[in-house]
């Protein structure tokens, strides 16, 4: 049990659509991440959330957008998909600032 | 964020000892080194951290010179389930606000009978 659960765990969508992706942390994780990651690569950095506010992004476009609440639980939009938006994305949350990251199993989001 | 250099690609063999080196030559003085594992379908996850001379954990060890330009992973007699893949990352732990982890495209490791 990794205690960050993520949901869907598949999903298809349309080119053009729009999808939220939803992350539930473990209990004290006031930081989480999201990271997209294509097949064959490694996870590349999308945004990050400490205590609700973002606080550092990567160099992905305004279309992918998110919301951290004060439960714990996040959430990851994308806006006007792309067939290049089709990947694993990864929730991933941590107590404060350190390296050890839980990740949670990801959502798979196929764009068709 | 420090730049790491990994192998695309390891072979070993159920029971064998592997060590899986990663070069990081512009590490930072308050740079940690860290390694996460990924299976297929999973999200990364943590083996082991460290900042100089030798670490270890129930999992692996990690062994990093005096020099810290470099640091090897190894993974004793390793199992078939330890077929995944491994990063290598190097960062500021303690450093104040926002944080990343930058992932490179790891080191396959094929465990076989």
């Known amino acids: 049990e990794t205690g960050v659960t993520q949901s869907p765990t598949h999903l298809i969508k349309t080119r053009g659509q729009q999808v939220t992706l939803r992350c539930s942390s473990q209990?004290?994780?006031?930081?989480v991440s999201w990271y997209q990651q294509a097949l064959g690569q490694g996870p590349q950095f999308i945004f990050q959330?400490?205590?609700?506010?973002?606080?550092g992004r990567g160099n992905f476009p305004p279309r992918f957008s998110g919301l951290q609440f004060p439960n714990y639980s996040s959430e990851l939009n994308v806006n006007a998909l792309e067939l290049d938006d089709s990947a694993l994305y990864l929730c991933?949350?941590?107590?404060?600032?350190?390296?050890?990251?839980?990740f949670g199993s990801g959502t798979r989001l196929t764009v068709v | 964020l420090a730049k790491t250099t990994q192998p695309i690609s390891m072979d070993s063999y159920e029971g064998q000892e592997v060590n899986i080196t990663c070069s990081h030559n512009n590490i930072a003085t308050n740079d940690y080194i860290t390694w996460y594992q990924q299976f297929p379908s999973q999200g990364p996850r943590f083996i082991i951290q460290?900042?100089?001379t030798k670490v270890t954990n129930e999992v692996a060890s990690l062994f990093i010179p005096a020099d810290r330009k470099s640091s090897t992973l190894s993974l004793p007699r390793v199992s078939l389930s330890d077929t995944a893949v491994y990063y290598c990352?190097?960062?500021?732990?303690?450093?104040?606000?926002?944080?990343?982890?930058?992932f490179g495209t790891g080191t396959r490791l094929l465990v076989s009978p």
């Open positions: 990352l190097v960062g500021d732990i303690n450093r104040a606000g926002f944080q990343k982890l930058v």
């Open positions: 460290g900042y100089k």
């Open positions: 209990s004290g994780h006031n930081t």
């Open positions: 991933a949350s941590s107590v404060g600032q350190d390296y050890g990251y839980t």
């Open positions: 959330y400490y205590r609700e506010e973002e606080n």
